[in-house]
């Protein structure tokens, strides 16, 4: 396979009003892609849409949604068949995690993010991948995490939900091979977003340094483009060291702890 040509293509970006969403948009417009910019946030997205089409010359379409709502893959479809838009690339972005001891979360809390992080990511993946792959040029982007890779206490349902999506875009990958759909499983560490102001603690990030959002959404595209490209990839060395020492030195019992330790509240 050769580098993917986004000229002529139409990439849905969901949670793109911000962060790695944002980015995703801003360096698809950067290779010729039209895009539909997808979040809760309306004017986040039309302030990004502008930019991008005055620094671009594309088309750009916004949709306000909540992703918590009921079948939102059907609900974007239909709203993509309304507009006369044939997308040709989805990057499932949007999510967010929930501090804390899981007895003490809140339930409505905790369904809101199984929506988001679990039930919106399998729904818009399978309301688009037949297209996707008719289309045969395009990509699906499933944004993972780090906490994909082991458990997480304090974020147990996050990292439970992102483990989820690894397994799920893992699968997809391997099921669309031959089709000409890229499916990547993007796996961030800790990263310059919005997402502890979202869970409620900077905690979340332990002592690492942030990844510039730019350099995470660069390491999935240029994956994509690679001639053979995987399943998935972890952004940043230190964590792809991280990963390998996790799955092949420790046991599940030492990582588990080691985590705790990392994500535990500070006096």
């Keep these: 396979m050769t580098a993917v040509d986004y000229r002529g293509q139409t990439t849905l970006v969901t949670g793109a009003s911000a962060g790695l969403g944002a980015e995703f948009a801003r360096q698809l417009a950067e290779r010729g892609s039209d895009l539909v910019l997808v979040a809760r946030r309306r004017q986040r997205l039309e302030e990004l849409a502008e930019r991008l089409r005055a620094q671009h010359q594309i088309k750009v379409h916004v949709v306000e949604m909540d992703l918590a709502?009921?079948?939102?893959?059907?609900?974007?479809?239909?709203?993509?068949?309304?507009?006369?838009?044939?997308?040709?690339?989805?990057?499932?972005?949007?999510?967010?995690?929930?501090?804390?001891?899981?007895?003490?979360?809140?339930?409505?809390?905790?369904?809101?993010?199984?929506?988001?992080?679990?039930?919106?990511?399998?729904?818009?993946?399978?309301a688009f991948i037949e297209q996707l792959r008719t289309a045969g040029r395009g990509v699906?982007?499933?944004?993972?995490?780090?906490?994909?890779?082991?458990?997480?206490?304090?974020?147990?349902?996050?990292g439970a939900a992102k483990a989820f999506v690894l397994s799920l875009t893992e699968a997809l990958w391997a099921e669309s091979r031959g089709t000409g759909l890229r499916v990547l499983a993007l796996s961030p560490g800790a990263t310059q977003t919005e997402f502890f102001d979202v869970s409620g603690s900077t905690q979340v990030a332990g002592a690492r340094r942030l990844a510039a959002p730019a350099d995470v959404v660069r390491t999935a595209l240029d994956a994509l483009d690679r001639r053979n490209p995987p399943p998935s990839v972890i952004a940043g060395r230190s964590n792809r060291a991280l990963a390998f020492v996790a799955r092949r030195l420790l046991t599940?019992?030492?990582?588990?702890?080691?985590?705790?330790?990392?994500?535990?509240?500070?006096?």
């Design 252 to 267: 599940r019992r030492q990582v588990i702890r080691a985590v705790g330790r990392l994500t535990a509240e500070t006096p």
């Design 69 to 126: 709502a009921d079948r939102p893959g059907q609900a974007l479809a239909a709203e993509m068949q309304r507009l006369g838009l044939h997308v040709t690339g989805v990057v499932n972005n949007a999510g967010f995690a929930n501090y804390g001891p899981f007895h003490e979360a809140d339930p409505q809390r905790l369904q809101q993010e199984i929506a988001v992080d679990v039930t919106a990511v399998a729904d818009i993946s399978r």
């Design 140 to 158: 699906l982007i499933n944004v993972a995490s780090m906490a994909a890779y082991q458990a997480n206490p304090r974020l147990a349902l996050y």
